[in-house]
């Protein structure tokens, strides 16, 4: 049980979790107390002073972002004494900024704006100041205004927590300022463009840089969705106005170390608007492809499927939604009446794996062992779990990085167990059993031949015997073997590139008996490709129908092409790699005449005689809800997955990259590689 | 001071035992920074660069953590270091003229070095010999009264000299 104390804030009585700060509490009973420099997660550091208040029993105020709650405090947040602090401070700050609301994109969300409105506060009664600093908006992503800035801090602690370190405080006093090193652009920074920072700002002192009129706060419908970009699985908020979106914000909860999103799933909406997009169904007349209706195109479909039968093969990606999911393999099982049905998944991992992956919040989390996994914001391989993986860190989480080779987190790790990751893991387990700890019989069976147990490895077991909740972050290959240390203690969960590869997984898209790689490699007389695959040129086939969203190359070999809504055009859900029922709400309509997987499935369907069921959310419930049911393993690495993580997330998103101002990014680390 | 050879331990002293790595890095930070610009006489980016590497702090920090100081530098400096008091008493007998004349007369502004490193410029706050103004000094050594073209070219010759 969580420990509570009881506290009394403006005479409101309140239960709330020891520990916690003032600012935190006072929310549970409702109060806001203002703060500009705050941020939920982090330790308060006290910069901006606005949230003083008064507690009882002591002379001056105190700090609430700084301040734990202790039993029967008594707490008051609206006294003449700090709402005068707090009106001074914000008249201060007023006496520095350009005092622009008419035209300055943030109003309405700025919270300088908030506050100067709160404390009535129209001009400030002090001389202003102008400063005139240069703005940096030399990159296609972020604009930085520091003529703007009230110097919160909360763009540098963002940055630094997640590892990135980009920006920080510059000179001192009234000259102090927030820049990159050696104030450069951020380009010439070590900058990875994840706009963690924009979503920091509480001012205009960074923003989008496309933002120039196109719309404020109260302007946008927003939708809570997930990004598909990558097997991170991003929740995002998607702001939309006139049809169009104006900009992608995470949608993680304040205070999570996962609100983190990286440039591809934050910048990378413009792609939906480029001219790849494919709006209609093609079709391959006289050897080209020409445009063609939705009737025409099923028709001719399901012509080639009736003729092909048994000899059909369908491959879907592991970026779809499980609705498209489940009504693939309807679709395959009740119509097609083929087996021969598979996805990207096998490429990378043992479809069994995602039975057995566990469930775990990285937030609660105290030990962290990375095994196998190259994580990197910079290469953008898994992002966003590198950010989180960095910021527990900072929060005082332990990180074992067990790894053949030195990766990005190993500076950040407590301990660094380089080598064989079989023989680490088995080296750890041993260690374990020395101390006491109870191992699996069979487990026990498997260990054989351990390598000397160095102090490394002793200390990293006690490390394990000491966390109360140790989360192992596993490749796929490394599932099995890793599997015998989590039965000891421990959540474990893989983790893949594709975004919803475990909920293809659970809703029956399964290899049953044949490979990606034997799909692409045997002759079929129809081929169906579902989804962005990494293929580039055409399999020996002798029809091929491509359901993609962009003309690719494979599209381009095809002899019927079926239009496909992108995720942001689509509702459904996924299940993240921990276990997590994401939700994706529609924001946009879908791009020209084309239309969702599962659409284009059941209409086919129809063509064919057989109605499909529409997938309803409880048979996604109960599809997901397995019983992770991990055992001891041998210790071997899962043989036959080819797959280099950071390569096929860029050939997965090379439409996404190619089509959008990510191609700037593309071309300026190519640039900063040669030098 | 070659970045290189740090040793860190060897640079904290006696203390060394009680300290986190962290805590020795950054303890010794200034003291490398002030070991650097005396050698090179700035802080040059490309030693900067290694020593976040080798320190494993991030650059940023590096930056962040100088530029607190005025002594550190970040371009390199003239041979002559030419300060312009803007003070007050310097400022009502036309001070102001004084450096618009020496930045004309160098073709840089405030605070930037020309580039054949003969002089950087600088302004200061009074540098205590009211009596003599309008004063500028060079690499510390002060001229007074600087009034009317003779003496405006005397300075000019004493930088260039
Ligand atoms: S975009 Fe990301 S990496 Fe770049 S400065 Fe902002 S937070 Fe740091
Ligand atoms: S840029 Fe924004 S977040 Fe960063 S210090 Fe300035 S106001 Fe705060
Ligand atoms: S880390 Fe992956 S899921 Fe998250 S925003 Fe980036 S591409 Fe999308
Ligand atoms: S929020 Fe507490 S000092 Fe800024
Ligand atoms: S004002 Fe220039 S020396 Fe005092």
Redesign the interface.
């Known amino acids: 049980m969580e420990e509570v104390v009881k506290i009394n804030i403006d005479g409101k009585e309140v239960e709330v979790p020891a520990g916690i700060n003032l600012i935190d509490a006072a929310e549970i009973a409702g109060i806001h107390i203002p703060n500009l420099c705050y941020m939920k997660g982090m330790k308060g550091v006290g910069a901006c002073r606005l949230c003083l208040v008064e507690v009882e029993g002591l002379k001056a105020p105190v700090i609430a972002c700084n301040t734990k709650v202790r039993d029967n405090m008594i707490v008051k947040t609206k006294t003449e004494r700090v709402q005068e602090v707090r009106k001074f401070v914000i008249d201060l700050l007023l006496s520095m900024h350009p005092l622009d609301c008419m035209t300055c994109t943030k109003s309405g969300i700025c919270n300088l704006q908030k506050y100067a409105y709160e404390f009535e506060l129209k001009e400030s009664s002090f001389t202003r100041k102008k400063f005139g600093y240069p703005v940096d908006a030399a990159n296609p992503f972020i604009k930085r205004d520091p003529d703007y800035c009230i110097l919160c801090g909360r763009c540098v602690r963002v940055c630094?927590e997640q590892g990135t370190?980009?920006?920080?405080?510059?000179?001192?006093g009234i000259e102090s300022k927030v820049?990159?090193?050696?104030?450069r652009p951020l380009q010439e920074?070590?900058c990875t463009f994840c706009g963690s920072c924009v979503d920091a700002c509480p001012v205009n002192a960074l923003l989008e840089a496309d933002r120039w009129r196109k719309g404020r706060e109260w302007e946008y419908e927003k939708y809570n969705s997930v990004c598909m970009l990558c097997g991170c699985a991003c929740e995002i908020k998607v702001s939309v106005r006139e049809g169009d979106i104006q900009k992608i914000n995470s949608g993680a909860k304040d205070g999570s170390v996962e609100k983190y999103l990286c440039a591809y799933g934050r910048f990378g909406f413009d792609s939906l608007r480029a001219e790849s997009r494919l709006s209609t169904p093609l079709k391959r007349v006289n050897g080209e492809l020409k445009e063609t209706t939705w009737e025409d195109a099923i028709n001719i479909v399901s012509t080639k499927l009736k003729e092909a039968g048994k000899n059909t093969c369908i491959i879907s990606s592991a970026s779809i939604t499980n609705e498209d999911a489940i009504t693939l393999k309807r679709f395959a099982t009740e119509v097609l009446k083929t087996q021969n049905i598979g996805s990207t998944i096998s490429l990378y991992s043992d479809p069994k794996v995602f039975k057995n992956s566990g469930k775990a919040d990285i937030n609660s989390s105290d030990l962290i062992i990375v095994i196998g996994l190259n994580l990197s914001q910079w290469d953008r391989v898994l992002p966003a779990i590198d950010a989180a993986v960095r910021k527990r860190v900072n929060r005082g989480a332990k990180l074992i990085v067990i790894n053949e080779a030195e990766t990005g987190l190993s500076?950040v790790a407590s301990i660094n167990l380089r080598g064989n990751e079989i023989e680490s893991i088995k080296a750890i387990i041993t260690a374990l059993k020395q101390s006491g700890a109870e191992i699996d019989k069979q487990t026990e069976e498997y260990l054989s031949d351990v390598r000397e147990i160095t102090e490394e490895i002793t200390k990293s077991a006690g490390m394990i015997l000491n966390a109360k909740s140790p989360l192992i972050l596993v490749s796929p290959e490394l599932f099995n073997a890793a599997s015998n240390l989590a039965l000891i203690k421990g959540d474990i969960i893989a983790v893949y590139p594709e975004s919803n590869a475990r909920g293809v997984a659970l809703m029956g898209i399964e290899t049953e008996s044949k490979s990606y790689a034997e799909m692409t490699d045997s002759k079929y007389s129809l081929l169906y490709i579902a989804g962005n695959v990494p293929l580039q040129n055409r399999p020996d086939t002798d029809f091929l129908i491509v359901q993609n969203s962009y003309m690719n190359d494979i599209a381009k070999n095809a002899d019927i092409v079926l239009p496909v809504a992108e995720y942001l055009e689509t509702s459904g859900t996924i299940i993240d790699y921990a276990g997590r029922i994401k939700h994706l709400n529609r924001a946009i309509d879908s791009h020209g005449k084309s239309k969702s997987h599962r659409e284009i499935f059941r209409e086919i369907a129809k063509k064919m005689g057989t109605t499909l069921k529409m997938p309803v959310e409880s048979e996604i419930k109960k599809a997901a809800d397995v019983k992770a049911k991990i055992s001891a393993m041998p210790f071997e690495k899962t043989k036959n997955l080819h797959f280099e993580p950071d390569k096929f997330i860029e050939t997965l998103n090379l439409t996404v990259i190619n089509n959008s101002r990510l191609i700037w990014l593309k071309e300026a680390f190519e640039v900063k590689a040669e030098k | 001071m070659k970045v290189e050879e740090i040793d860190v331990d060897n640079e904290v002293g006696e203390v060394s035992e009680i300290l986190s790595q962290n805590e020795k890095t950054k303890g010794i930070l200034i003291h490398v920074l002030q070991q650097i610009q005396e050698d090179m006489g700035y802080l040059p980016d490309e030693v900067l660069r290694k020593l976040s590497k080798k320190l494993n702090i991030p650059l940023s920090e590096i930056y962040s953590v100088a530029s607190f100081y005025k002594m550190f530098h970040f371009k390199p400096r003239g041979k002559k270091v030419v300060r312009v008091c803007l003070g007050t008493a310097c400022y009502v007998r036309g001070s102001k003229k004084v450096l618009n004349m020496l930045e004309n007369e160098f073709g840089i502004k405030s605070g930037d070095t020309t580039e054949d490193l003969t002089m950087t410029l600088e302004t200061v706050g009074c540098v205590g010999c009211c009596g003599l103004a309008p004063v500028a000094t060079i690499n510390d050594n002060v001229v007074g009264e600087i009034i009317g073209n003779k003496k405006l070219e005397k300075l000019i010759d004493d930088i260039r000299e």
């Open positions: 630094k370190n980009v920006l920080d405080f510059m000179g001192r820049v990159t090193a050696n104030d920074s070590e500076t």
